[in-house]
């Protein structure tokens, strides 16, 4: 999942990839009343009786993204999140080989990256373990 206006991606290795995991996962992570904008899948298709507003594309006819309200800007997609499978395909390249029983590892810390917007000083202190009141240039 993605929040389009938080920009905070939250990924999770499961076992399954069903009707039943999917559901769980947009019910722990989204709020009743959440738009989700996901392709044509037939998992997705009971999203509206889980209370989450649904709107899809459809891959098979190449569309790919759709202005539903007219104002210009195409806000029906899922390109964001297709974009962010295609980073963690190439950070889980880099390491030539992943254990199925550490993959939940590497995803966490390409999710980690992914949600860091700025490297702060805080960030930086808190990293390296030092006081609030250390310079980092000592």
């Not at 899948?41 to 891959?59: F, I, S």
């Not at 202005?67 to 029906?76: A, H, K, L, Y």
């Not at 295609?86 to 999710?111: A, E, H, I, P």
């Amino acid at each position: 999942m993605v929040g389009r206006e938080s920009d905070q991606v939250r990924l999770e290795v499961v076992a399954h990839s069903d009707r039943e995991t999917l559901e769980d996962g947009v019910d722990r992570t989204t709020l009743e009343g959440t738009m989700v904008y996901t392709d044509e899948w037939r998992a997705y298709g009971r999203l509206p009786t889980m209370k989450r507003r649904h709107a899809t594309v459809c891959h098979a006819d190449r569309q790919w993204a759709r202005d539903d309200d007219g104002d210009g800007i195409r806000e029906v997609h899922d390109n964001t999140l297709e974009g962010i499978w295609t980073g963690l395909r190439n950070f889980l390249r880099t390491f030539r080989g992943v254990s199925k029983r550490r993959l939940d590892q590497y995803v966490g810390m390409f999710q980690w990256g992914y949600n860091i917007k700025s490297v702060t000083d805080e960030f930086l202190r808190t990293l390296l373990g030092r006081s609030p009141f250390t310079n980092l240039g000592s």
